[in-house]
């Protein structure tokens, strides 16, 4: 069997990005198409988590994997956080989204997310550390925000414009 085809990761300042994500009507076959693409997507770029708005795709899923072995996927489909710990902690994120860019961003250390998983039961995650600012990071994703967007505007502004810059370089080749 032929590994699913890779997705189009859409790239910092693309308007798209800024794109509320509908909920998923139906766990059905397009979603589970979906999210294998998601993941080879994902694991090509060497990322921790995905959001399908990153993928041109404005509906409430995500997909994760923080273990180092690669083996522990998670999807979250119409996840809502019922609960996030009111200690935060600063740390370095990156995207695919933004490639190239890490910065502090205080979030939450820990999160109680339900969603349904890739077969459409509901679940309730309890999670912390990595996992938890990753679901975070995924959510905003699916509000229209970007990692960024926590920055002061000096910072979002240099960023942006570097960004362009490389798009506009790669597009010349």
């Known amino acids: 069997m032929n590994p699913p085809a890779l997705l189009n990761i859409l790239c910092y300042p693309d308007p798209r990005l800024h794109t509320v994500a509908q909920p998923v009507a139906a766990v059905d076959a397009r ?3 979906l999210i294998a693409r998601m993941f080879a997507t994902m694991h090509e770029a ?4 995905l959001a399908a ?13 923080v273990s180092e072995t690669r083996d522990q996927p998670m999807v979250l489909i119409n996840p809502e956080i019922e609960w996030a710990s009111p200690e935060k902690r600063k740390g370095e994120e990156g995207c695919l989204s933004v490639p190239g ?4 961003v205080e979030r939450s250390t820990a999160v ?3 969603a349904l998983d890739g077969e459409g039961r509901s679940r309730v995650i309890e ?14 994703h699916l509000m229209g925000k970007v990692f960024v967007e926590y920055l002061s505007p000096l910072k979002r502004n240099r960023i942006k414009s570097k960004l362009v810059k490389a ?7």
């Open 31 to 33: 979603i589970r198409e």
């Open 46 to 49: 060497n990322g921790i988590g």
């Open 53 to 65: 708005t990153q993928v041109d795709v404005h509906e409430r899923l995500i997909v994760i994997d």
């Open 101 to 104: 860019i890490y910065d502090g």
């Open 112 to 114: 109680k997310v339900r």
């Open 127 to 140: 999670a912390e550390g990595m996992l938890a600012v990753c679901i975070q990071h995924e959510m905003d």
């Open 167 to 173: 798009q506009r370089e790669v597009a010349r080749v």
